[in-house]
């Protein structure tokens, strides 16, 4: 009997009905190993000993690690088949280490994909640990593991912070310093004229004056031109171009979970665990199989397989005219790892339609978007015919815009965000044309977007911070950590996670720097590729680290003002209900200052429909909530997102009942908006509207 080791019991099931009889396959769980927490600092690492780590079993893997141990003693040969990446080698190593396995000769499995073929083949050409691959793992956890305990524990003694790290903490950063830039932000306001022509037939927006751009600040000067202008206008320019949108390339764990978000409002971490199911195994009827290839991937490169049969594929389902030219992709930021295909479908007979029966809704949402995408990648580009039209008349010129399709190429399957774009009729410059009226609105700039998970993962990758793996991971620890919330889609740091990043950036500048973080991935690559050496970077990284730790040491001082009791210094405490700021007089003085309670928000536009009082935003364990602002008399609460807009007033109309304010009230759910009374609940007069 052969014994082969993977990461998860579902791969393990997925392998097992490939192998056969002679083979026995059984998981590890993840990691079964981990830096412990003995030593100088409890950091399990013996810096000044070239950073030696010490490495114990997991609490929660003793029992898996025997189990292993105990199939071992009886396996004729025992073969590693663990993920194809950095972490994936560092549990094959482990798993040698553990098991007494000889390093050099012990058989390590490859495959990007669990299907009977590709597993089949890695059989057939084993390879050994990556012992680079494995020194660049060792190494980022060390440096995490320094990082980590060392700063929060100084950030939990100084200011309550639960924790810090590499990643973690500049990804918090990202987040904080968006949020000044939006609080800080002041709208400016500004004005726009448009303009419908010839019967609406067509509108135009006011563009220029004397062939400089227009800017109105104001209504006085919307008006002022709005008095000047004419009521004729000729056509100037028609000018029609031909525009080529060529299709997105496949995806990468980090473009996946921004699609997914955008598309079905999935989390990362969502995102990640479907992906994972997908890639690891699905019961299709009688058999078992993986239905993409591995999901944590930086490549957007293709196997020349793969481009043949979709080549085939696509011409035999939708025509030649859709074959486009296979691309060489290259990633535009950072170091790419090119050892893994991007993600994509093991097989393109296995279409959403066939393998719809088999998944869940939202296995199959993202399987769908996966295949197609990865096809859609080798099809011919879409064409538009844009046509802009000028018209112009005593130095002013309106301008309007408008898109035909012409060939819709690799949209058949794939859609893409179109631009806000109009058909037109057909103009003939030299042509006058009559305008019907002219509209002036206000409008005001608007702040910078907050970000939302999807937009997080796409600057990280950007900037360099962070790898595939770990995007899911960091952004739900900064939720773990209450440093930050998500308000409709967009993330908005806590106090907490302001005030941490505020003295991180103060006390370690360069470890908060995005550049620093972005280059330490750089120098851990550097490891793999045997161009850089361990003992190096970890003697740069903690030379500059610990100057700055104990500088902080030294002078990092946090005030929390004076005992109202006895005068001596307030400060920060813990216990095992958490941080609280008492006297530093304990025990001859008890002061214990007890926090504010935040004061409900009161909403005066949504009133209860039970009593009429309006609802307050209020708090829970399980989240928000708007209850009525006359509990314990009325015990009304619905969720915080059933609250709609302020009712819009109806002009020249009153309530046939008692002569109140017909207002407009946004429907509940499915149902349609309504008419309804001001002076509701006493008067409960409601009519629909008509279309």
């Known amino acids: 009997m052969k014994l082969v080791i993977v990461e998860s019991p579902a791969k393990s099931h997925t392998i097992e009905k490939y192998l056969g009889s002679d083979y026995k396959v059984m998981a590890s769980y993840g990691h079964i190993r981990d830096l412990s927490t003995t030593g100088q600092g409890g950091l399990g690492v013996d810096i000044e000993h070239d950073f030696k780590p010490t490495y114990i079993v997991s609490e929660d893997k003793k029992r898996v690690v025997a189990s292993l141990k105990k199939e071992a003693k009886k396996a ?53 640990i990556d012992l680079n691959l494995v020194s660049s793992q060792e190494t980022r956890r060390i440096i995490d593991r320094i990082m980590g305990f060392k700063l929060s524990t100084m950030l939990k003694r100084k200011i309550g912070s639960i924790s810090a790290g590499r990643v973690q903490s500049v990804a918090l950063k990202l987040i904080t310093d968006r949020e000044k830039e939006v609080q800080s932000f002041v709208p400016e306001e500004y004005w726009t004229i448009e303009a419908s022509f010839n ?34 206008f000729i056509c100037s320019q028609v000018k029609k171009t031909t525009k080529k949108i060529e299709s997105k390339p496949p995806f990468t764990t980090s473009t996946l979970q ?14 990640s665990l479907l992906a994972q199911k997908l890639y690891e195994g699905i019961e299709l009827g009688s058999e078992t199989m993986g239905l993409i290839t591995y999901m944590r991937t930086d490549s957007v490169r293709l196997s020349p397989e793969f481009i043949n049969s979709a080549n085939e594929f696509i011409e035999n389902e939708y025509g030649k005219q859709y074959l486009g030219h296979a691309k060489i992709r290259k990633s535009q930021k950072g170091q790419v790892q ?34 197609n995408r990865a096809l859609a990648s080798l099809m011919a580009p879409r064409i538009d015919e844009n046509t802009s039209v000028k018209l112009t008349n005593k130095d002013y010129e309106f301008k309007t815009e408008g898109s035909v399709l012409v060939f819709d190429g690799f949209t058949k399957i794939y859609n893409v965000e179109e631009d806000d774009t109009k058909s037109l009729p057909e103009f003939k410059e030299g042509l006058t044309y009559d305008v019907d009226e002219f509209v002036k609105e206000q409008h005001f700039t608007k702040a910078p977007s907050r970000f939302t998970e999807a937009r997080l993962v ?111 210094d307030l400060e920060l405490k813990s216990s095992r209900f958490g941080v609280f700021i008492a006297c530093s007089g304990y025990p001859e003085c008890h002061y214990v200052k007890k926090e504010e309670k935040e004061q409900p928000q009161i909403n005066e536009d949504k009133l209860c429909p039970k009593c009429g009082k309006p609802l307050v935003l209020r708090k829970s364990k399980r989240g928000e909530f708007y209850g009525c602002s006359g509990y314990p008399q009325c015990n009304y609460i619905e969720s915080k997102e059933k609250v709609k807009d302020k009712p819009i007033e109806i002009e020249n109309r009153v309530c046939p009942k008692c002569g109140g304010t017909l207002l407009i009230r946004k429907g509940v759910g499915k149902k349609s908006d309504f008419i309804a009374c001001s002076n509701f609940p006493k008067c409960r007069y409601t009519e629909s509207i008509k279309k």
């Open 76 to 128: 004729d040969e025992i073969i590693l088949a663990t993920d194809p990446d950095r972490e994936g080698e560092a549990i094959s190593w482990h798993l040698a280490e553990v098991l007494n396995l000889d390093i050099k000769n012990t058989k390590r499995l490859e495959f990007h994909e669990i299907t009977k073929p590709a597993i089949m083949k890695a059989l057939d050409n084993p390879r050994t």
């Open 199 to 232: 019967h609406k037939s067509f509108t135009a927006k006011l563009d220029k004056k004397a062939d400089k751009d227009l800017k109105i600040k104001n209504e006085a000067e919307a008006n002022e031109i709005l008095t000047d202008l004419p009521r004729t």
């Open 258 to 271: 921004q699609e997914a978000y955008n598309r079905y409002k999935f989390s990362t971490a969502k995102t």
């Open 338 to 371: 090119d050892a893994h295909e991007a993600i994509r479908p093991t097989s393109l007979l296995n279409t959403p339609s066939k393998m719809k029966e088999y998944l869940s809704r939202d296995l199959y949402n993202l399987y769908t978007l996966i295949y």
């Open 458 to 568: 796409k600057t990280m990758e950007e900037v360099g911070i962070g790898r595939p793996s770990t995007y899911a991971s960091t952004i739900s620890t900064l939720y773990k950590r209450e440093y930050i919330k998500a308000e409709n889609g967009a993330l908005i740091p806590s106090k907490q996670g302001m005030l941490t990043t505020d003295r991180l950036e103060k006390y370690f500048p360069t470890f908060m720097d995005e550049k620093f973080t972005a280059k330490m991935e750089t120098l851990l690559d550097n490891i793999v590729e045997g161009s850089s050496s361990r003992l190096t970077l970890l003697n740069q990284f903690y030379s500059s680290f610990q100057k700055l730790y104990e500088n902080a040491s030294e002078t990092w001082v946090e005030s929390y003002g004076k005992c109202p009791v006895c005068g001596r």
